[in-house]
């Protein structure tokens, strides 16, 4: 039985962000942000729609988590990513000092585990693999779809 205050269960919200990106032909990534077991954030990638590159969806949640909160720190929340951030999203991650990080797929071109440091918050922690392969799939037919 899936819980509602499940990592599966947010997982599965990010998720939903990340379609709302594919809709939008945007590279889908969806995040979310849990406090207390609420979603106070929500966001996609919206690198084309606001033409600016550092649109990813963890930076805008991250923006709408703080202003939520009506603080610059996250260490009583929770990140879910549909991919593993990249070293601006990880940076920025560390600044916002999260209580976690969940991600489901990973990146071995672009994401921060790839590093011999981590990029993190010493405190922060990690889960990885949560819906791997249905948000891997999901990224991978976005950008079969771009070079057809």
């Not at 809709?23 to 942000?33: H, K, M, N, S």
Request: net charge negative; with cysteine.
């Amino acid at each position: 039985m899936l819980s509602v205050f499940s990592d599966d269960h947010f997982m599965k919200e990010a998720f939903k962000e990340a379609q709302k990106a594919f809709e939008e032909d945007e590279v889908p990534v969806g995040a979310i942000i849990v406090c207390d077991n609420k979603i106070i954030a929500r966001a996609h990638n919206m690198t084309e729609r606001l033409n600016d590159v550092t649109a990813h969806a963890e930076m805008l949640a991250f923006t709408s988590a703080t202003d939520y909160l009506g603080g610059k720190y996250l260490n009583e929340c929770t990140l879910y990513v549909t991919l593993e951030p990249c070293v601006m999203c990880a940076g920025a991650s560390y600044w916002t000092q999260l209580k976690k990080v969940v991600y489901a797929a990973s990146d071995e071109k672009r994401g921060f585990a790839k590093h011999q440091e981590n990029l993190l918050h010493p405190k922060t922690e990690i889960s990885t693999g949560i819906m791997k392969n249905e948000c891997a799939e999901l990224l991978t037919s976005f950008f079969k779809a771009k070079r057809n």
